[in-house]
Nanobody
Framework: QLRLVESGGDVVQIGGSLRLSCTAS????????IGWFRQVPGKEREAVGC????????MYEDFVKGRFTLSRDHAKNMIYLQLNNLQVWDAGVYYC??????????????????WGQGTQVTVSS
């Protein structure tokens, strides 16, 4: 069973940056599409973006507006979500998700078979 683990959540001031990481301890993620979603207080879970298996294609929700960047390092079995210019409304729990590349692509939650436990991002004013 693929188990995803996120890390990197923290408390940051408005305008600050964080780098979230996602890995799987016992599985190589080379053949997986990886998506990121977030749960912001008072709102439904929403997509952030996704990256294809070889890291050449990314897709983001409109609210990202160039502030967030996805990347992956196959040698380290890591996927990164760089968050820049964070705002109060970006605070929430960020989830890493995965689906085998042959099975899915996109920023719809139902595409993904595996979900991590989430990492908390707090933005202070």
């Amino acid at each position: 069973q693929l188990r995803l683990v996120e890390s990197g959540g923290d408390v940051v001031q408005i305008g600050g940056s964080l780098r979230l990481s996602c890995t799987a301890s016992e599985f190589a993620l080379d053949d997986y599409t990886i998506g990121w979603f977030r749960q912001v207080p008072g709102k439904e879970r929403e997509a952030v973006g996704c990256i294809n298996s070889d890291g050449t294609i990314t897709m983001y929700e409109d609210f990202v507006k160039g502030r967030f960047t996805l990347s992956r390092d196959h040698a380290k079995n890591m996927i990164y979500l760089q968050l820049n210019n964070l705002q109060v409304w970006d605070a929430g729990v960020y989830y890493c998700t995965a689906v085998e590349k042959r099975r899915g692509w996109g920023i719809v939650a139902s595409v993904y078979d595996y979900w991590g436990q989430g990492t908390q991002v707090t933005v202070s004013s």
